[in-house]
């Protein structure tokens, strides 16, 4: 297998002072560095408002990079590599909307392309609050950055948020497009560079066992579950304008239906990986706003114990006004309109302060046509075979199905098969999914990065939803009164609404296994 090392280039991370960059970026860059993936013509260019010198930068991001390691990893700092890889690293201040900023920022550039063997490659990395991010393409443009030159390439990374719904994703999608090219613009979600995540379609499309089942015919439902048994924390600011919906589903949650339901791409690249999956997300029903409620449940946590912490109600968090109503769990039955999987419900869920992180993909098949060997503990129950994709933590994938178990009389009860990454690959084995993504943008590989149409597509099935509570909003406003949301217990899993969802259907949620194993 070829080492896919990056190519020369100069990165400028707006918002290099930011926590998206101390906590994420620079740690990954520098384990990018340590493994001796970054070309010797590789220098950052950090750009904040904040005043410093590259000293100052170097100190903060060596602070940063220290910190990181004693809380992710627990090991030694490697000192030795940090000194040769702090010279690599360099800061310009600078606003965010002033031309006079921008020229010196140019200037920087040139000077820096001059100094070190960058080919002329630029990546401008956006880590900076969503409202800057127009004016800074516009500022690039105006000083002739965002033109490739003397041979380099110019590349633009982008974090969500990617508009607040529908409208606004298109006006980003627009102004973005009247600077760059789409093929030069690669929108991170960083849920596709979660080793597990990439492994959706190799285990799919990469195996011959699984795929013939992995339909209507076979299929009963599928399960995504999404939790975090944090609470919003100090986030709280961010938090009450987006909600679970817009921070989660809109992105993250609708990445994993697409991979999850989409057809096999033509080939692996990006044109065709992307393509099936916005067949996919073509394919969502879109809901009615005025029937909302039939296939979306909302809810705002109240104060409890989860994660082995006591955490206060939503609405008690600093930064969230008393009569909020942003949902922290959201789930919602989606219905894929396609040959594949007409009649199939993917339930998906998301939520704070629920009682552990987890994620994971469940695939749940019909029962036999008869049903030989039931028992006391297996009775009535429509599913008896699942595939369990555990995305994190204790990576793995587990083959539920009923044993006979050991013994005189005909007990049956369900077991498990599982891989475990850690097992098969080492503890060590899954880096921070930056890391992967900041590699493939500098090869200019965009398989793992979020197109035009795909973001817009996801944004246009989350609108109807927003829509159709705000017009259940509206009706109580009217009335002089807010909207009261369902309430859940910090700790469990979610309002007894989301319960009844799968009830009518007569199914139920999958409480996640732990560990790995049964
Ligand atoms: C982010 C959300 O995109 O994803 C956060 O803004 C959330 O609210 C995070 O906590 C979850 O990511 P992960 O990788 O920890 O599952």
Redesign the pocket.
Same mark, same amino acid.
């Given at each position: 297998m070829i080492k896919r090392t990056a190519p020369a280039n100069l990165m400028v991370v707006f918002g290099a002072s930011g926590d998206l960059a101390k906590r994420k970026l620079m740690p990954s860059l520098f384990h990018l560095f340590r493994q001796k993936l970054l070309h010797k013509g590789f220098v950052v260019l950090g750009y904040a408002r904040t005043a410093m010198t590259d000293e100052e930068f170097r100190t903060q991001v060596g602070d940063a990079l220290r910190e990181h390691q004693a809380e992710e990893h627990g090991d030694a700092f490697d000192e030795e590599a940090w000194q040769r890889f702090s010279q690599m690293l360099f800061y310009q201040t600078g606003g965010y909307d002033d031309l006079g900023s921008f020229q010196s920022l140019a200037a920087r550039v040139v000077a820096l392309d001059d100094e070190f063997p960058t080919q002329h490659n630029h990546l401008f990395y956006l880590a900076t609050p969503p409202n800057v991010f127009e004016p800074i393409a516009s500022l690039l443009n105006e000083v002739g950055l965002t033109a490739a030159g003397d041979g380099g390439w110019t590349r633009l990374i982008i974090e @969500?948020p990617f508009g607040h719904d529908l409208q606004s994703a298109h006006k980003l999608n627009d102004h973005l497009l009247s600077v760059f090219h789409e093929d030069q613009i690669y929108r991170i979600d960083?849920?596709l560079g @979660?080793e597990t995540v990439q492994n959706i379609l190799v285990f799919r499309f990469g195996n011959g066992i699984f795929e013939p089942i992995w339909n209507r015919n076979y299929v009963d439902h599928v399960q995504i579950t999404?939790s975090?048994s944090?609470g919003v924390g100090t986030?709280g600011g961010y938090?009450d304008k987006?909600g679970a919906i817009r921070?989660?589903v809109q992105?993250?949650m609708m990445q994993l239906v697409a991979l999850t339901a989409m057809e096999p791409p033509v080939a692996y690249d990006a044109e065709s990986v992307r393509n099936q999956k916005v067949n996919v997300l073509r394919s969502i029903r879109p809901t009615d706003p005025l029937e909302v409620n039939k296939s979306v449940v909302r809810a705002q946590y109240a104060a409890g114990l989860a994660g082995g912490k006591e955490i206060p109600g939503y609405l008690e968090a600093e930064g969230i006004p008393p009569n909020s109503t942003t949902e922290t769990y959201v789930a919602w039955k989606l219905e894929i309109d396609n040959w594949r999987w007409n009649g199939v419900p993917f339930y998906i869920r998301t939520g @704070?302060a629920l009682p552990t @992180?987890v994620?994971e993909v469940n695939v749940m098949f019909r029962r036999p046509p008869l049903m030989y060997f039931d028992s006391r503990e297996t009775r009535g129950q429509k599913v008896r075979n699942s595939i369990t994709l555990r995305i994190?933590p204790d990576e793995s994938i587990i083959l539920g199905f009923d044993a006979k178990r050991p013994g005189p009389q005909l007990d049956v009860e369900q077991v498990s098969m599982d891989f475990v990454y850690g097992r098969a690959f080492g503890n060590s084995a899954i880096s921070d999914?930056y890391e992967r993504l900041l590699l493939d943008a500098m090869l200019g590989d965009s398989t793992l990065f979020i197109r035009r149409d795909e973001t817009e597509l996801a944004w246009d099935r989350v609108t109807n939803v927003l829509d159709g509570w705000e017009i259940q909003e509206e009706i109580m406003r009217k009335r002089g009164k807010t909207l009261p949301l369902p309430q859940y217990e910090a700790g469990t899993w979610g309002p007894l609404e989301s319960d009844d969802l799968l009830a009518r259907d007569g199914h139920h949620w999958r409480e996640p296994i732990l560990n790995g194993s049964k």
């Open positions: @969500k960083h849920y @979660k999404v975090e944090l986030r938090y987006s921070d989660m992105n993250h @704070k @992180k994620t994190q999914a």
